[in-house]
């Protein structure tokens, strides 16, 4: 195969275009993610729901989506990640769409399980994808794909804001419908762009003898990394589920301000894009484990912060501190995840996705369970104490010593890609 031309710097031009092209897709997802859950509460209003319906409804997201993400995994490994992604994305955009078309409660069931499905699968291969992207430019990459998601959870939080005030005359199909249309071009348009990835099959061929493509079908992941590294994103995500879902009916509830409630989210959200942006610098001057332990540290006096807030204006500040110190933790651990599977199958990544899922359903029962046994107050105790548990689990996040493993020849410490 011929070599790739090099664009400015020394990084092959399919790689740069790669590179664009993840973003497309992490944009997408945080759009298509933003406009449906800013816009739950029109959907409970249109179908009527309870709050009891309304937490089946919400629990489906989460729960479906861990599956998506374990069968993404094993699709990977089969086809690889880009084919997987090029066709989860579409289709998620399109469930979505569905959501705020269907008539019916049963067509709304049928239409959120297919978005937590698909979400899944897109959550786990678009960050395989990520991976792959920063280990040919050999430095770090993640945080910045992760800032891009921010970027269009935010653009799909301001879109349900302006179709969902009075007198817009959008309705909930054309909103979301709109949204749709948007993501599908951006991942449409990405697709071909993608970082070409080996199946299992192909893999094999290289390997040289006949009984390699069987083995690279089922790569040796090693458990204890992945279960360390998964274990404090699961911790974070809990955190994240708490501020996510609580922080608004603390601040109004516990505090009495209802003109600042909005402000907890909004102020977490805000550090979050902006932790993100600067991430990959921090990662290159002082290493994922160094950057993990600041961050779930900044994380911890943030949500302590909030929980002990005396005022609402110190909550909004503790929330803003959480996002900030939160928002680093993800993406490196899907950079950690990376460096374990030097083969790129994405079975790593993808295990380490399910923390994802686990984190927000445990933060949402902990939450509630604590909150009406108590009170929210010591219901974001219980998170905050748990971030501990990420700041121990820090050095988990570096890249292992040379000859440690075979994880050990994967990663952005790896070389460049030259063409």
Known sequence: MRPSPLAPGGIARVDRAARVAVCGVFFTTGLAFATLVTRVPALQARFGLGEGELTAV???????????????????VRFGSRRVVRIAQPALVLAVAA??????????????AAVGLLLGAVDATMNTQAVAVERRYGTSLLTGFHAVWSAGAVLGSLWAAFTAAPGRGVGLAAAFGAAAAIGLAVSLAAGPFLHRD????????????????????????????????GSALAVVYIADSAVSSWSAVYIETGLGSAALAPLGYGAYQATTLLGRALGDHAVRRFGPAAVVRAG???????????????????????????????S???????????????????????????????????????????????????????????????????????????GAGPAGSAGPAAEPARG
């Open 198 to 229: 080996a199946p299992a099959e192909r893999r094999g061929e290289a390997g040289g003898d006949a009984g390699s493509g069987a083995a690279a079908s089922r790569p040796r992941i090693p458990w204890r990394p992945v279960l360390l590294v």
């Open 328 to 402: 680093v933790v993800m993406p490196i651990g899907f950079s950690a995840a990376g460096r374990l599977d030097p083969e790129g199958s994405g079975t790593a990544v993808a295990r380490v996705n399910v923390s994802n899922y686990v984190g927000f359903v445990l933060g949402a029962v902990l939450i509630g369970t604590i909150a009406e046994a108590l009170d929210l107050r010591a219901a974001f105790a219980a998170p905050t104490v748990l971030l501990l548990g990420a700041v121990l689990l820090a050095r988990s996040f570096d890249p292992p010593r040379p």
């Open 296 to 326: 779930a540290g900044a994380a911890f006096a943030g949500l302590a912060c909030a929980t002990a807030a005396p005022a609402p204006w110190a909550a909004v500040a503790g929330f803003a501190l959480t996002g900030l110190g939160a």
């Open 99 to 112: 959501a705020g078309a269907v008539p019916t409660l049963p067509g709304l069931y049928a239409a959120v």
């Open 58 to 76: 919400l629990a489906l997201v989460p729960v479906v989506a861990g599956v998506g993400s374990v069968l993404a995994g094993s699709a990977s």
